[in-house]
């Protein structure tokens, strides 16, 4: 099943009904669906589709050659080539009247066994590609490989690519078409184990419970999440060890680099080179308060991967008991009790997804142009506030509370908002307030009264950005 993507797809179809030479990199995290989407797109067209993998040059070129040449139904008549130069060039040829898609995935597997391979493709570009009607597709999952040595003003190839896509995981109501036998609550809980990753979304078995679920793919060691993140972290990074401590450190609270760094034992400086690293692969994600600088000393780090985020809360400090098969003890002791607690801060970021949908679509009292969350200091009261989210307009602002709670939100904490919002000076102000739980008919009564408040239930939210 091919789910999301419709952008991608449209744009990629764009750039194919041109009919002269286009030239798109493509990248994104591993597992985000670059690949399949790649396939979706090739599936109509006539296209030569390489998947590079970790051999030397000569093996490389081998493969390559054999996948040009049986395209073309030439295997056998003509040998394969024994530069790159000249197999690019050959398809080149075979494009000059006809449109043809070369997509090469895992670029940087290419690119380790011969470092001039870029050179080789900007060369050819320059001479001979850019003259004919092939469409060409680098596609790479090591990002900063992608970012620096393919997109990157130093590389050879900057300048000759036609567009880019970085490739993001699904948002929450792109994932609810994987969810469909869940209820809203278990929606919820669903996209926190696994996120927006496409091949995570895939590994339940969504006729079982989520219980079921965890334990059978989280705490069971023969199963595919059991070691994910390791496996991961040792594709990608030198040093796992030292990588799992600090996604650990913030798992189980630390979110400023200074308390990361007294968690995990190492000075503030080595630990902010190995948080850039994790921050580049997508695992991590940095955030300030909205309107702060990006070098405001206020920054927090926190887990952009919600499958990384639950397993290292739930699943890695617990190897012995899983060892021993507590399944149901794991689940009953360590998992459950915190689960609406671990939720909280995933319900806010679907809140925000939800907000970043609507404005899309003009569906909010004005089109925002900023939003995030908010903590500092409360000039009035003297103490530090935090808002969960704002967003704002030059003359507009929205300030929203998200509860994740099994009781309906009360005027208490929509008075709450409304005196923290004192502190920011802008001529049209809005609340809006997102509720597991729905809300008080007092809150009710005074949204009546007031054109300025938004409430959002839970099933509110689910259905208007998810109903067909």
Not at 201 to 227: C, G, R, T, V, W
């Amino acid at each position: 099943m091919f789910v999301g993507r419709s952008d991608e797809i449209f744009e990629l179809n764009r750039l194919y009904d041109s009919n002269k030479f286009e030239f798109a990199v493509v990248y994104g995290r591993r597992r985000v669906g670059k690949t399949t989407l790649l396939t979706e797109f090739c599936k109509d067209k006539n296209a030569i589709f390489y998947v590079a993998e970790e051999y030397n040059d000569k093996r490389n070129l081998e493969n390559f050659s054999d996948t040009v040449l049986s395209h073309f139904n030439m295997k056998g008549f003509i040998p394969d080539f024994t530069e790159w130069y000249m197999a690019l060039k050959y398809i080149g040829k075979m494009a000059e009247s006809k449109r043809i898609v070369l997509v090469i995935d895992e670029f940087p597997y290419t690119v380790a066994a011969n470092k001039s391979i870029p050179s080789i493709l900007q060369n050819v570009i320059d001479h001979y590609l850019k003259d004919t009607k092939l469409f060409l597709i680098i596609c790479g999952s090591s990002m900063s490989f992608m970012e620096k040595e393919v997109l990157s003003y130093k590389s050879p190839l900057f300048g000759r690519k036609t567009a880019q896509f970085k490739i993001e995981p699904f948002d929450f109501f792109t994932s609810c078409e994987f969810f469909k036998n869940y209820s809203n609550e278990d929606k919820i809980l669903a996209y926190g184990i696994l996120g927006g990753i496409p091949q995570y979304l895939q590994k339940f078995d969504y006729n079982l419970s989520i219980e079921e679920n965890i334990k059978n793919s989280f705490f069971n060691k023969n199963s595919y999440f059991y070691d994910e993140p390791r496996n991961i972290l040792k594709q990608e990074l030198r040093e796992p060890i030292f990588y799992n401590s600090i996604i650990e450190s913030i798992a189980k609270g630390a979110s400023k680099l200074n308390e990361i760094s007294t968690k995990v034992g190492e000075p503030s400086d080595k630990c902010a080179k190995y948080l850039k690293n994790l921050l580049e692969l997508g695992i991590l994600d940095k955030e300030i308060p909205l309107g702060e600088k990006e070098t405001s000393r206020k920054t927090l780090y926190k887990i952009k991967d919600n499958m990384f985020c639950f397993w290292f809360k739930f699943v890695f400090g617990n190897a012995e008991l899983i060892e021993q098969k507590k399944l149901d003890y794991i689940y009953k002791k360590k998992v459950f009790p915190f689960i609406n607690d671990y939720l909280g801060s995933v319900f806010e970021d679907i809140c925000i997804q939800y907000l970043r949908r609507k404005n899309i679509n003009d569906e909010l009292p004005f089109i925002f142009d900023s939003i995030g969350r908010w903590w500092g200091n409360n000039p009035i009261k003297k103490c530090e506030e935090e808002i969960d989210i704002i967003c704002r307009s030059d003359t507009n602002i929205m300030f929203g509370e998200c509860k994740w709670r099994n009781e309906p939100i009360n005027m208490r904490i929509v008075n709450s908002l409304i005196e923290k919002a004192a502190i920011f000076n802008m001529p049209n102000k809005y609340y809006i307030f997102f509720s597991k739980s729905g809300f008080k008919k007092e809150v009710i009564d005074f949204n009546n009264i007031n054109k300025n408040i938004i409430l959002i239930t839970l099933d509110d939210m689910i259905e208007a950005c998810t109903s067909t």
